[in-house]
């Protein structure tokens, strides 16, 4: 019934008996739940976000159906899981970015060995430079090729183009030589698109003092075939998830996540905008 | 012809034989250039922003109007100085607020010993929870109670609550007990008082990827006296100033300042939201 998930692109995962979270048949992802902290604080803001958060927010974030003991993928045996919604599920191809948020990915609340392993992480990746990072990704191409699918090593080594050209071939019906971006104004664009949804979230963060989000991840998940054939629901799914370093706002925003995430939304307009000039020289031609 | 400025709240003075910016009487501030990169970085800065920002942001900069050889207030003869608009010679008895803004005032480019130099005082202060801290400030009180200016140290360890109390004062006819905010709707409020500068502000850094501005301050004015006896302006002044750790933004926003702006306008919207609500309620008893 559990099964190792096809799709996922950053994490710990349930391969070579490693700790993991699986998945089944019916739509659902089964977290295991960390035994530190990091467990409880991750259950508590499942247990609590959706009362907490506006109505037009809440899809923004994973279905949470409770907890559940689940045989671990690490043959520990019975643990409890968060029982997720699965965002892959009802998709045969999906491309997708993990984008974790924030130019800081620890928080004063954290144990200084924590704080010094996260800002060395975060001057090394993009996070600093940036106010993100990918964190992880799988971008399909065509039947014969299948995914692409860097090393975590290669990721984590990014570079601001590296990012530019990820973004680029995300929207693309080709990976090699040059994306062409043929998707943008279809998923970046659009009123359900990827940037309409970013820009709500936005709005959101300049004014929630509920939770700051560290180490927290948007998750875009796009179906190009979906787009192809033009069936239209969901062909874009945008998602926050990890919140085991989710603490109280205290009254303030989250400025931290919301830097990042108007950086992350400038990168991806400048791929809309520049397709578009594309698309115009094009036209002209 | 040089003077000592009246109305410093931050950075080095020129007192007891110190180095330090200097005024005159036609309205012109003098800064010291300092002889390492810092100098070099505030005076290129300075020689070409005016030609990179766009109009409506320009006047958020002080005039710059060159260099020039000035005797240095320390003692130590001529020093080239910048010279600059004294935002403050227009008003006798001006309340001023120096606000840093970014959640970290170090950068990838300084010295490792600058950045951990930083970084500890971004965690010692406000900075890193907030966003930003108050650098320094005077608050006009009354004829007889002359300013209120708490010592740097007391500055330095403010806490949320305390920059909240700090922005109440700012537009309060009294300082002690309970801050009255009578000046909130005019000060914070309307289409040329602090908030909407603020919003501008805030736009085009969701948009510029020309500079990233480190240590930079918001310096906050404002003229309690001019609003009370109705004379409109300027009876508000906004500013950036402190550009000695500016650097090109190489085609990223600049995620660090524009999410601690956002967290600064925050607080300012709930001191005029907040003096709105008692207002309604005053005219209700």
Known sequence: MFK???????????IDGNLGPLVDDSGRFY????????????LAFYQSFSSKLPHHIRGLFPVFYGTQLVEASDGSGLRPHLVLQDITSNH???????VKIGSRTWYPEASEDYIQKALEGDRLTTTVTLGFRI??????????????????????????????????????????????????STIYGGCSGILEQLLELKAWF???????????????????????????VPFVEVKLIDFAHTVEAEG????NFLGG?????????????????????ASFN
Chains 1, 2 share one sequence.
């Not at 990704?137 to 050209?165: C, H, M, N, T």
């Not at 019906?173 to 040059?178: A, G, V």
């Open 135 to 184: 964190s992880g990704l799988q971008i399909y191409g065509s039947k014969e090729s299948r995914y692409w699918k860097p090393a975590r090593k290669e990721v984590k080594s990014f570079s601001a183009d590296d990012v530019r050209l990820v973004l680029r071939k995300f929207v693309s019906s080709n990976l090699e030589p040059e994306p062409d971006c043929c998707f943008a």
């Open 206 to 232: 300049e004014d929630q003092t509920v939770y700051h989000f560290h180490s927290c991840s948007l998750l875009l998940l796009i179906d190009k075939e979906s787009v192809l054939n033009g069936r239209t």
């Open 252 to 255: 303030v925003i989250d400025h």
């Open 31 to 42: 977290k295991p739940l960390q035994d530190d902290e990091r467990g409880t604080t991750e």
């Open 261 to 281: 995430l108007c950086s992350f939304i400038k990168f991806v307009s400048e791929v809309l905008t520049d397709s578009k000039v594309s698309t115009t020289e």
């Open 4 to 14: 190792i998930p096809k799709h996922q692109v950053a994490g710990h995962q349930a």
């Open 92 to 98: 045969l191809n999906p491309s997708i970015l993990d």
